[in-house]
């Protein structure tokens, strides 16, 4: 395991092993400033803050965390609620940015954990494509060229021209996923292996991810079933109270977590 | 299962893109250089939004052709009636609605801003998007349902036999330049109002007042003459008019009026990107 010495004393200079990862997080820190009560008014943030009574309070969701994924690595992430887990993921997908600490990905991102976002259920299948592939940063013109392998992938050829109103959740998931996972990214972001309609197409979407792997993704899966870490991963990672607790093999982590769950 | 007998194709440009937290540029700049990367995206959700639009109901087209019309017919009755405004030199209806039709948009744009970019925070606190694309396609939409109203305008212009000049050619560019308006301050709004919710209210109070402050309903002679200087404060009056002048007038708008415009329209778009931008925090920490 890196520790967080290895990595600190220059971050910026670039390491040979470092330029291959396809994630390496260094000494990142989330820490949130949270107002101590809620807060909704404008009118009452003023009169609290103009009266000094506005106090915050300091909430760590991460904390010198360091971890390196290599192109073609299945990582799972397991720990309780609220250990830090969602954030790690909105951070290495650039939502948030780290209090402190350095992310560096390589190559796009492609996150699993909103399947079907921005989808308008007054518009067809093929308008909802478009629209949802921009989410993720692709242009109409490339997605014009690979639409038949997405109409494909989501056999949904029939009803492509439907609004999607009339669609049932397995087909929505089935079209969120046929376009979440277009292109080949170079990361693949999951938070929880996703029920995808019924159990052959979740068989072809389970192909198609470690196809990918296959290829040189790397893949953070986040779940609460060991199971299903157990199954995919070649490495786990343990995070509690947003600090890196183990990490190693995808056994000696589980049995290392479920022993810590046995404790308290 | 063909699909993963083949590699799978990946998007070209993607492959050497490398996100570095550490070698981030400005927010206000890292946000402009997104939104140029994901200009597909407002693209793709201003057509979303017309779409809608005009999906939901049959006479999507034809309200938007007839609200104006209707609101216009109203004001006219009232107005002409009420206050006996002869001799202006130009006919009053065409005054008001193109008056109208700019602050329609206004109004509308810089709402419906604020509700999108809380509306998205959903889906951008959990995939990375530029939040200010919602914003941008938002005020797109809204210049499209503006030219869409011109028809009725120039409709009403030929009936009462209104001259056409060149000088409506310079409509487009006052319209844009109120787009940028909107944008800015609906920004602005936004980055306040996704968390306080009385920012909006507070803002639909300003917009009335705002509306009665700018000559649209009525002439601005009719102000005394030692307030009119006023006038010239006000963003909206440069704006509205830029675009109104071509069409009861038959000319193009004073120069002043568009240098005016222009530095409100540039200083509110700054203003309000960098607020947005240099305060997304705001956003992140709601979730």
């Given at each position: 395991?890196?520790?967080a010495?290895?990595?600190?004393?220059?971050?910026?200079?670039?390491?040979?092993?470092?330029?291959?990862?396809?994630?390496?997080?260094?000494?990142?820190?989330?820490?949130?400033?949270?107002?101590?009560?809620?807060?909704?008014?404008?009118?009452?943030?003023?009169?609290?803050?103009?009266?000094?009574k506005?106090?915050?309070?300091?909430?760590w969701?991460?904390?010198?965390?360091?971890?390196?994924?290599?192109?073609?690595?299945?990582?799972?992430?397991?720990?309780?609620?609220?250990?830090?887990?969602?954030?790690?993921?909105?951070?290495?997908?650039?939502?948030?940015?780290?209090?402190?600490?350095?992310?560096?990905?390589?190559?796009?991102?492609?996150?699993?954990?909103?399947?079907?976002?921005?989808?308008?259920?007054?518009?067809?299948?093929?308008?909802?494509?478009?629209?949802?592939?921009?989410?993720?940063?692709?242009?109409?013109?490339?997605?014009?060229?690979?639409?038949?392998?997405?109409?494909?992938?989501?056999?949904?050829e029939?009803?492509?021209?439907?609004?999607?109103r009339?669609?049932?959740?397995?087909?929505?998931?089935?079209?969120?996923?046929?376009?979440?996972?277009?292109?080949?990214?170079?990361?693949?972001?999951?938070?929880?292996?996703?029920?995808?309609?019924?159990?052959?197409?979740q068989?072809?979407?389970?192909?198609?991810?470690?196809?990918?792997?296959?290829?040189?993704?790397?893949?953070?899966?986040?779940?609460?079933?060991?199971?299903?870490?157990?199954?995919?991963?070649?490495?786990?990672?343990?995070?509690?109270?947003?600090?890196?607790?183990?990490?190693?093999?995808?056994?000696?982590?589980?049995?290392r977590?479920?022993?810590?769950?046995?404790?308290? | 299962?063909?699909?993963?007998?083949?590699?799978?194709?990946?998007?070209?440009?993607?492959?050497?893109?490398?996100?570095?937290?550490?070698?981030?540029?400005?927010?206000?700049?890292?946000?402009?250089?997104?939104?140029?990367?994901?200009?597909d995206?407002?693209?793709?959700?201003?057509r979303?939004?017309?779409?809608?639009?005009?999906?939901?109901?049959?006479?999507?087209?034809?309200?938007?052709?007839?609200?104006?019309?209707?609101?216009?017919?109203?004001?006219?009755?009232?107005?002409?009636?009420?206050?006996?405004?002869?001799?202006?030199?130009?006919?009053?209806?065409?005054?008001i609605?193109s008056?109208?039709?700019?602050?329609?948009?206004?109004?509308?744009?810089?709402?419906?801003?604020?509700?999108?970019?809380?509306?998205?925070?959903?889906?951008?606190?959990?995939?990375?998007?530029?939040?200010?694309?919602?914003?941008?396609?938002?005020?797109?939409?809204?210049?499209?349902?503006?030219?869409?109203?011109?028809?009725?305008?120039?409709?009403i212009?030929?009936?009462?036999?209104?001259?056409?000049?060149?000088?409506?050619?310079?409509i487009?560019?006052?319209?844009?330049?109120?787009?940028?308006?909107?944008?800015?301050?609906?920004l602005?709004?936004?980055?306040?109002?996704?968390?306080?919710?009385?920012?909006?209210?507070?803002?639909?109070?300003?917009?009335?007042?705002?509306?009665?402050?700018t000559?649209?309903i009525?002439?601005?002679?009719?102000?005394?003459?030692?307030?009119?200087?006023?006038?010239?404060?006000?963003?909206?009056?440069?704006?509205?008019?830029?675009?109104?002048?071509?069409?009861?007038?038959?000319?193009?708008?004073?120069?002043?009026?568009?240098?005016?415009?222009?530095g409100f329209?540039?200083?509110?778009?700054?203003?309000?990107?960098w607020?947005?931008?240099?305060?997304?925090?705001?956003?992140?920490?709601?979730?």
């Amino acid at each position: 395991m890196t520790t967080a010495a290895d990595l600190a004393p220059d971050a910026s200079r670039p390491s040979l092993r470092a330029d291959s990862a396809a994630i390496e997080l260094t000494g990142i820190e989330v820490r949130f400033s949270m107002p101590t009560e809620r807060i909704v008014s404008f009118k009452e943030y003023v009169l609290k803050r103009l009266a000094g009574k506005l106090e915050h309070r300091e909430l760590w969701a991460l904390r010198s965390l360091d971890l390196e994924v290599p192109p073609g690595e299945f990582v799972g992430v397991v720990g309780r609620n609220g250990a830090g887990k969602s954030t790690l993921l909105k951070v290495i997908s650039r939502v948030l940015t780290p209090t402190a600490g350095r992310v560096v990905v390589r190559g796009q991102v492609a996150p699993l954990l909103e399947l079907g976002a921005g989808f308008h259920f007054d518009l067809t299948g093929r308008e909802n494509v478009f629209l949802n592939a921009a989410l993720f940063g692709h242009s109409s013109r490339i997605v014009q060229k690979h639409l038949h392998e997405v109409i494909d992938f989501s056999e949904l050829e029939e009803f492509i021209d439907l609004p999607i109103r009339n669609y049932s959740s397995g087909m929505l998931a089935r079209l969120g996923f046929a376009v979440a996972t277009m292109f080949r990214p170079e990361l693949l972001l999951i938070d929880e292996i996703l029920a995808v309609g019924d159990t052959g197409f979740q068989e072809k979407c389970l192909a198609r991810i470690h196809d990918f792997r296959s290829q040189g993704t790397a893949i953070l899966l986040v779940s609460h079933q060991m199971e299903s870490i157990a199954d995919h991963c070649t490495r786990a990672v343990w995070i509690e109270r947003g600090q890196l607790k183990a990490e190693g093999p995808t056994d000696e982590v589980l049995q290392r977590y479920s022993e810590g769950f046995a404790e308290s | 299962m063909t699909s993963s007998l083949r590699p799978s194709p990946i998007q070209p440009a993607a492959r050497q893109q490398v996100y570095d937290s550490s070698r981030r540029p400005h927010p206000a700049v890292e946000e402009l250089q997104e939104l140029i990367r994901f200009w597909d995206l407002v693209v793709q959700w201003s057509r979303r939004n017309i779409k809608l639009r005009y999906k939901r109901s049959i006479l999507g087209v034809v309200w938007t052709l007839l609200e104006p019309l209707m609101l216009m017919t109203i004001l006219t009755v009232v107005f002409s009636n009420v206050f006996r405004f002869d001799d202006l030199g130009y006919p009053f209806p065409l005054y008001i609605l193109s008056g109208l039709l700019l602050f329609d948009f206004f109004n509308r744009s810089t709402l419906q801003i604020v509700e999108e970019t809380v509306a998205s925070l959903g889906l951008a606190t959990r995939i990375y998007v530029p939040r200010s694309a919602f914003a941008v396609a938002t005020a797109i939409t809204y210049l499209v349902n503006w030219a869409v109203a011109l028809i009725p305008l120039a409709a009403i212009m030929l009936v009462l036999r209104q001259p056409l000049s060149w000088a409506i050619l310079t409509i487009p560019f006052g319209m844009l330049l109120t787009g940028l308006f909107a944008l800015g301050v609906g920004l602005l709004v936004a980055t306040l109002g996704a968390f306080f919710h009385d920012v909006k209210l507070t803002y639909q109070v300003l917009l009335t007042g705002w509306f009665y402050a700018t000559p649209i309903i009525y002439p601005p002679g009719i102000i005394p003459s030692n307030l009119q200087k006023y006038f010239l404060l006000n963003p909206l009056f440069h704006l509205v008019t830029l675009v109104r002048d071509p069409v009861i007038l038959g000319q193009v708008a004073p120069l002043e009026n568009w240098l005016a415009a222009l530095g409100f329209s540039l200083g509110a778009l700054v203003v309000g990107w960098w607020v947005f931008t240099t305060q997304r925090s705001v956003f992140d920490y709601r979730s």
